[in-house]
């Protein structure tokens, strides 16, 4: 019988994968474009934070993660048109990812002995990186430098996490806290527009 | 004495290497920067997987691919205006690296104890991952994403030669199969334009 | 007391860093943004030549790299109407950066045992790398490919200290005779815009 966790990696990659689905469908890519999209945004955080924890990477050692992907192509190419009601349902969803994800690439740079400023990078990075390689490969801007607190979630999460675990925290339940406070973070930056200001450097010279 | 293989591999380094630098001289790169799409196109793939298979990248171990792509480099600027010319020439070459280079990633990536679906994925990844890295360099959408078949090739090959290779079939003979298999699905899918189906998800509401 | 050394890495992180963190701002990036793409920046190329060399990245041994972005960050904040008066400093400072980086980069490969052209080409990732991830995170054609002579100061500089080296110069001083080469190249390159051809291959045809 799967994990719960399990089952929330399960859902947190079928989210990450139907967002780059949909923007590569928006772009007018074909079938593999958007699976190769999905599949970067799904993985592409974890593998920069296994290549930089000079270990293999996670979706090489399960093939769950292809076939979530495919999973989520296939979804969207038979519901697709229903896929935009569904809009709140999927914020749901790549909200419990990010939260997710964030807590897993914590646990494992931690675990590897690594200090808590590289755990709360690396938290960072598997929930927000793939979401930076899909906006390059579409090329576009990436939405998280730009749009409501996104990543700032995953680093105050994983900082509450940290903080948890150095007070002798049980360890699940700190991962637990942790991953609410990414959840709500995100949910309340969107849900009340919060987001970082605008550096205003010197934007009249670029 | 350079074996077959070896000269396969300068020829598809060679027209890997022309087709980052054509790219990059329509953009108005000088020198240096079409060097570097040039050689981007031609190892990047490799790179990519000997990075997710944690082993030194090829290209580090024989300065061969650096001759090679600066070779391409004075083939473009001394015939430049007669390459257009040669466009299936290069279009064969290409094909011909495109084969090559997924039976080199399939067979490393196998020969390192990986299942065959990471084999067939980094045979892929060798033989199309140079071509998005040189268009993300030249600021435009991945080509792959959006054109004919051409990673798929990469696939469909990599899955007819792991059937050679559990039907106890001889190794070389097995990777000749493979390669033709890329080959002519590549040849075959210019000559009749076969595209993959456009992914129709929410393209009226990106 | 920090030696010279980790002075100029400072001066040149933090320069680097700057250089990023204006051009985000450019494109109205929040600060998180901008924070991260002036990290990329200053730690880019780095990161690239230790995941080639397979070791751990520089930045995830000493949080001086972060610290530093996070300075150049108040830095433009506070000043950043300012910054633009200073554009000869921050040109003197990034180039004193582009010529340590370049050193150090060098150094690194060649004390793994790496052949000099090895070292070259990690050198000139460790100095420019940085600046092409900047310039794809902000969605721009990368610079380096298109002004004046920047990376090819690095390749210079990396082959006048291997010649250095092998003519069994003491290995200091190899390395800032190396290093004032990139920098005198540089500066020059700019003073009087020298600037490699552009290649003109079939610009007609893209």
Tied chains: 1, 2, 3.
Excluded at 99 to 117: D, E, H, N, R
Excluded at 173 to 199: D, E, M, W
């Amino acid at each position: 019988m799967p994990s719960f966790v399990t089952i929330l990696d399960f859902v947190g990659t079928f989210a990450f994968a139907i967002s780059g689905i949909r923007l590569a469908s928006a772009k007018r890519f074909d079938w593999f474009g958007a699976y190769v999209v999905g599949l970067a945004t799904a993985i592409g955080g974890g593998t920069i934070r296994d290549l930089l924890l000079d270990v293999t990477p996670t979706w090489m050692t399960n093939p769950m993660y292809l076939i979530c992907t495919a999973l989520a192509m296939f979804f969207v190419i038979l519901f697709g048109k229903y896929v935009i009601r569904l809009n709140h349902t999927f914020f749901l969803f790549d909200t419990i990812g990010l939260a997710l994800f964030t807590i897993v690439g914590f646990s494992k740079a931690y675990a590897l002995g690594y200090p808590f400023w590289i755990a709360i990078i690396m938290g960072s990075i598997t929930g927000a990186a793939g979401g930076v390689l899909r906006d390059i490969f579409i090329n576009e801007i990436p939405l998280i430098f730009r749009k409501e607190i996104y990543a700032m979630a995953c680093v105050i999460g994983g900082l509450v996490y940290w903080i948890c675990l150095v007070s002798d925290m049980d360890s699940v339940l700190s991962q637990i806290i942790g991953g609410i406070t990414v959840f709500i973070t995100r949910i309340l930056a969107v849900k009340y527009k919060i987001t970082l200001p605008i550096l205003k450097g010197d934007s009249e010279n670029p």
